[in-house]
């Protein structure tokens, strides 16, 4: 859980010490106390009695390893120092409810300084099988010793960076405001999840948008890979808003085709099943798509 109050008691020393497990954690999955006094340049006794405290708020973690005593850094203390730089950036002022927990990330509503609010996406990934993960993400794939706050780290800048360009070309995301670490800070999009909405006024309208919107992706190189009512929010005017896209695929991919069609069935059951809706139309990959 995140935990505000505890951004509130640190003394720069810890902070310093912090700072310095994270940039030992480039090179070690378990950072030497040693290596951490050096980086922090303060004496072994004093960094000792420092990273004590940090792990009892827990922020670090103490590893007994067969070599030597050492350290690693936790979600707690990754999601520290995000909020940390979002906050010296004046990204983020105030951290309000958690409006979502995901399979793989946590979200919050948050606010600047003026009380504009956005939504802070935290990644986790590790919550769930490496295995299953691994079968489905291609950055995860050829890497023997998984570092979950690393990975989780590339997830979100890979988010960053599609919801950006996405965004750029008109395409129907949230603006991205700002990322770091494994963090993402975004527009607040005021709409429902696809998933929890009942009824629509007209089925046929969303149907043919969500279509167009696959084509239209695809018609700029992309295809979602998990298009479905979860990722997909819908406004009062009944637009509808992609929010989360962890699995995109190139048209070019070899398998492209069978993504192309796997997400047009997800929204093609969805609205069979939800609103009784069945259409003969529906984009074919070799027709629609120009490549
Ligand atoms: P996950 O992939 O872990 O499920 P999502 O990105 O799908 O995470 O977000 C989880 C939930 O948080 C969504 O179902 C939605 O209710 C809410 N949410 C996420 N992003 C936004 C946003 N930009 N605006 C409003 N609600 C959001």
């Known amino acids: ?11 720069s020393e810890e902070f310093r010490v912090l700072t310095a497990v994270e940039m030992g954690s480039k090179n070690h999955v378990i950072v030497p106390t ?26 670090v973690a103490k590893v007994k390893n067969s070599m030597y005593d050492g350290y690693r850094l936790t979600y707690g203390g990754y999601d520290y120092l995000a909020l940390k730089t979002f906050s010296r950036r004046g990204s983020i002022y105030s951290i309000g409810k958690q409006i979502g ?6 979200v919050y509503l948050v606010a600047d300084e003026e009380e504009i609010q956005s939504v802070l996406k935290i990644h986790r990934l590790g919550r769930v ?3 299953a993960i691994k079968a489905q993400r291609d950055y995860l794939q050829n890497r023997k010793t998984a570092s979950w706050l690393y990975m989780s780290r590339l997830a ?17 995301v949230p603006k991205p405001i700002d990322q770091s670490r494994h963090c993402v800070l975004m527009e607040l999009i005021d709409a429902f999840p696809l998933r929890e909405v009942i009824e629509v006024k007209n089925p046929g309208k969303l149907y043919s948008d969500l279509m167009d919107l696959i084509v239209r992706l695809a018609s700029y190189g992309l295809i979602h890979g998990d298009f479905n009512e979860f990722n997909i929010l819908l406004k009062e005017d009944g637009e509808p808003v992609l929010i989360d896209f962890p699995q995109m695929v190139s048209i070019s ?3 492209a085709e069978w993504y192309f069609n796997r997400d047009i069935e997800c929204i093609r059951t969805f609205f069979r099943k939800r609103f009784g ?15």
């Open 34 to 59: 040693s290596l951490i006094a050096q980086i922090a340049g303060l004496r072994h006794g004093g960094v000792n009695k420092i990273l004590g405290e940090l792990a009892k708020k827990k922020l």
């Open 129 to 131: 099988s490496f295995r």
């Open 277 to 291: 809706y069945e259409s003969v139309l529906y984009p074919k990959f070799n027709l629609d798509v120009n490549r």
């Open 101 to 106: 927990v995901g399979k793989e990330s946590d």
């Open 1 to 11: 859980k995140l935990d505000v109050r505890v951004l509130r008691y640190m003394s």
């Open 253 to 255: 991919h070899p398998n």
């Open 156 to 172: 979100a800048m890979k988010e960053y960076a599609f919801m950006k360009i996405l965004h750029e070309h008109g395409f129907p």
